[in-house]
């Protein structure tokens, strides 16, 4: 099978989180993964973003059926369910703009930076060694902690999916994937494609 130049977006995935780790400020790089797939959806009609460039979709084939690490059982149906869907994405929303909230209080002087980064929107954990004081704008910096909070806690959710489930089980109810699919289904005649689960 011929390999294409972005079946190694795997690599990005990885790349993100561990530039972030260090740097939280990298973080912004990750409103790639937002922007993108909704332009794409909107010039092509379709989820080619989702079944060929997403680099978590891909890092979580490569773990979980190259190097076995999931059950590879089949997932409950209401996962899949547009109740769900879109209830995760009214969700995964709500906790982003929250993040936008957050970083506007910053901005404004209302609140002080806060150097962590929130796991499962609830556990918040240190994350200070990522960000020194004066680099740039308090808020430029709150946007980071808090995107990046919310980058991580769905990879781990998708993650969880993959060990347990099928390899792509997030993909399945991506809050990006339901966006994309949405936007397909609105466009005149258009038909979403489902990625693989």
Known sequence: ???????????WSILFFSLGFFNILFAWLGMLDFILPLILAVAG????????????????????????LSLNKRAPGWLSSKWFRYGFLAFFMAMFANTVFQTYLVAAGGESLREAVKLLWTFNVPWGWTYTAGM??????????????????????????????????WCVFCPMGTMTQGICLLRPGGKSESSAS
């Open 1 to 11: 099978m011929k390999r294409h130049w972005y079946d190694y977006f795997w690599i």
């Open 45 to 68: 009609g379709n989820k080619w973003f989702c079944n060929n460039m997403c680099g978590r979709g891909q890092l979580f084939t490569l773990l979980g059926s190259r190097l076995k």
């Open 136 to 169: 740039t704008s308090d808020w430029i910096a709150q946007f980071s902690f808090g995107f990046y909070s919310l980058m991580l806690t769905s990879f781990i959710i998708g993650l969880v999916m993959m060990v347990i489930f099928r390899p792509r089980t």
